[in-house]
T-cell receptor, first 113, second 114 residues
């Protein structure tokens, strides 16, 4: 079945540092890929998505590129802020034609001033 | 901006009791989902619902679980006889249409089974 693997957290950074959170996937077919973010006490919010190979999703300074050859969708941000502290989930949908999201375990990001 | 809402935010129950978790999806959305996240583990799909019937379910969604859309706005998840291992955060989600549409999530209900 489909699966998503994310790097273990927590990731601890100072403000303005560069962020990378690794995500790789296994899926049949041609999945769409997503990054969701969960701020403390809130639900899951879509951060960005990419629906085909070589697409780049971007939002709020975050970027991720759909790399079919390496089955990866790594999340990056050039300069993190304290307000970016949250849990980040990589997910995929549609690899097998179904509409359910398959999530990674989530990576907690802690940004200090 | 429209959002998915869930009630209650936290539910504590005794093992063996029935619980009903409630969700109000976004009003023009057609597909509805329940997911759960046991503490420290992945978010897992439970069930999807479309046109007043279950369209997909996972192996987690056994006979003790049921879903219902009792009126035009609510979408409920019932657990008939709760077990300790049902303790988790339960998320409701909805999409307007289409398999790869963005799923909008509610804030979750934390269920604690004692």
């Amino acid at each position: 079945g489909d699966s998503v693997t994310q790097m273990e957290g927590p990731v601890t950074l100072s403000e303005e540092a560069f962020l990378t959170i690794n995500c790789t996937y296994t899926a049949t077919g041609y999945p769409s890929l997503f990054w969701y973010v969960q701020y403390p006490g809130e639900g899951l919010q879509l951060l960005l998505k990419a629906t085909k190979a070589d697409d780049k999703g971007s939002n709020k300074g975050f970027e991720a590129t759909y790399r079919k050859e390496t089955t990866s969708f790594h999340l990056e941000k050039g300069s993190v802020q304290v307000s970016d502290s949250a849990v980040y989930f990589c997910a995929l949908i549609g690899g097998s034609g179904y509409s359910t999201l398959t999530f990674g375990k989530g990576t907690m990001l802690l940004v200090s001033p | 901006e429209p959002e998915v809402t869930q009630t209650p935010s936290h539910q504590v129950t005794q093992m063996g009791q029935e619980v009903i978790l409630r969700c109000v999806p976004i009003s023009n959305h057609l597909y509805f989902y329940w997911y759960r996240q046991i503490l420290g583990q992945k978010v897992e799909f439970l069930v999807s619902f479309y046109n007043n019937e279950i369209s997909e379910k996972s192996e987690i969604f056994d006979d003790q679980f049921s879903v219902e859309r009792p009126d035009g706005s609510n979408f409920t998840l019932k657990i008939r006889s709760t077990k300790l291992e049902d303790s988790a955060m339960y998320f409701c989600a909805s999409i307007r249409t289409g398999i790869t549409d963005t799923q909008y999530f509610g804030p979750g209900t934390r269920l604690t089974v004692l």
